[in-house]
Each structure stands twice: as structure tokens, then as C-alpha cells.
T-cell receptor, first 112, second 117 residues
Framework: GENVEQHPSTLSVQEGDSAVIKCTYS??????FPWYKQELGKRPQLIID?????GEKKDQRIAVTLNKTAKHFSLHITETQPEDSAVYFC???????????FGRGTSLIVHP | EAGVAQSPRYKIIEKRQSVAFWCNPI?????LYWYQQILGQGPKLLIQ????????DSQLPKDRFSAERLKGVDSTLKIQPAKLEDSAVYLC???????????????FGPGTRLLVL
């Protein structure tokens, strides 16, 4: 089955800095890679996703890049703000089975 | 558009007791998922339904966990008997369930926080 590794487990940055979270996956057939933000005690919420037919996607301060050859994808947050503090999860899945596998999460702390 | 609804929000039981969780997906969503999220970990898929049929339940501990989705709308997840290690947040999610090459966006409910003493 699919295996998703996520790093780092904790990331501490100063307000205004950039943050990068990386994930690797094992199944080359995976073709959908969403990122979720989960604030303490709340539900995971989709913040951005990328499909295997594109290499990069951007939405305001958030971007995701995908390297299919190396089987890794990354979340980039620029100009971080204290409200970006949360746990971020990456996931990978493929069409047909639609069974998503999540990473273990990255706790992002943005210091004001 | 109303989101995914779950109840109860919190549940405290003793080990060996039974518990049931309820989920109402977004209207019209054919695919429904149950996840277990243990503290400090990512969600782990327990079971996936497409309408009222099971797509995957390979990670569901079938000796104690059961789930059903009668009529292809609401779903219930049951644990009987509960163990200490079942303490977790149980998340329900839904997606449109359209056939296609790519996965679809999942929308999560608020979760049910279970504590087994």
C-alpha cells in the first residue's frame, strides 16, 4: 500500500518568514495530493491540492510543488502570520481506489 | 451549503462498553469515509462507502468495529467492545463520488472525540 512520510514534525518560524513542509510517497500510481490545515480541536480543512498532471499550483500565500520523478511534494507558505499556526497534513491517493493515505502531520508555530 | 454533521461531539465510556457514532454527509455526496485520528497522528481511513456499498474496509478492526450506510446517506460507526487504544477522534468525511481519474476533495465533519477509560 501507499506510504506517506512528512517532515518536519514541528516547524517554528518568525512572522513574515516562509515555511516549507515536505512529503514523500511510495506509490508511483498516486495522482492526487491534498494538503489540510487542522487547528486545535477542529476538523481538517483543505487548503490546497495538486493533481499529477501539473507541477505547481499557487493560491495567494500558499503554493504546492510536485516532483513525480522523485515522488515528493511540498507545501510553501510565504509571509507567515500567527493565524497560520496549526497542524498541516499532506495526503496521497489515486484514482480508481480513492483510498487516501495521510502523513503524520507538521505542527507549524508562527511567532509574532 | 450545509457541511458534514457528526454526533455526538464527545463521548466517554469504560472499556468493554459499546459506542456508536453518527454521520450525515453533504447532501448529494455519494462517497463517505470514516477515519480514526489518534492524538499526534494523521487520520487513518477505517472504511469507505460509495452509496451504500463498501469500497474499502481493509483497515477496519472487524472483530470490534462495524459500520453501515443504509439507504446510501447517513452512516453509523460502532465499536463493541471498546478498548483503551480506541481513544481517538473519529472523523467522517464525504465527497461527491463522481467517477473519474482523480481523487475528489473530501469535506470533513467536526469529529467525535472518544475517551475510553
Amino acid at each position: 500500500g501507499e506510504n506517506v512520510e512528512q517532515h518536519p514534525s514541528t516547524l517554528s518560524v518568525q512572522e513574515g518568514d516562509s515555511a516549507v513542509i515536505k512529503c514523500t510517497y511510495s506509490d508511483s500510481a498516486s495522482n492526487y495530493f491534498p494538503w489540510y490545515k487542522q487547528e486545535l480541536g477542529k476538523r481538517p480543512q483543505l487548503i490546497i491540492d495538486i493533481r499529477s498532471n501539473v507541477g505547481e499550483k499557487k493560491d495567494q500565500r500558499i503554493a504546492v510543488t510536485l516532483n513525480k520523478t522523485a515522488k515528493h511534494f511540498s507545501l510553501h507558505i510565504t509571509e507567515t502570520q500567527p493565524e497560520d499556526s496549526a497542524v498541516y497534513f499532506c495526503a496521497a491517493s489515486k484514482g480508481g481506489s480513492y483510498i487516501p493515505t495521510f502523513g503524520r502531520g507538521t505542527s507549524l508555530i508562527v511567532h509574532p | 451549503e450545509a457541511g458534514v454533521a457528526q454526533s455526538p461531539r464527545y463521548k466517554i465510556i469504560e472499556k468493554r462498553q459499546s459506542v456508536a457514532f453518527w454521520c450525515n454527509p453533504i447532501s448529494g455526496h455519494a462517497t463517505l469515509y470514516w477515519y480514526q485520528q489518534i492524538l499526534g497522528q494523521g487520520p487513518k481511513l477505517l472504511i469507505q462507502f460509495q452509496n451504500n456499498g463498501v469500497v474499502d474496509d481493509s483497515q477496519l478492526p472487524k472483530d470490534r468495529f462495524s459500520a453501515e450506510r443504509l439507504k446510501g446517506v447517513d452512516s453509523t460507526l460502532k465499536i463493541q467492545p471498546a478498548k483503551l487504544e480506541d481513544s481517538a477522534v473519529y472523523l467522517c468525511a464525504s465527497s461527491p463520488g463522481l467517477a473519474g481519474l482523480f481523487q475528489e476533495t473530501q469535506y470533513f465533519g467536526p469529529g467525535t472525540r472518544l475517551l475510553v477509560l
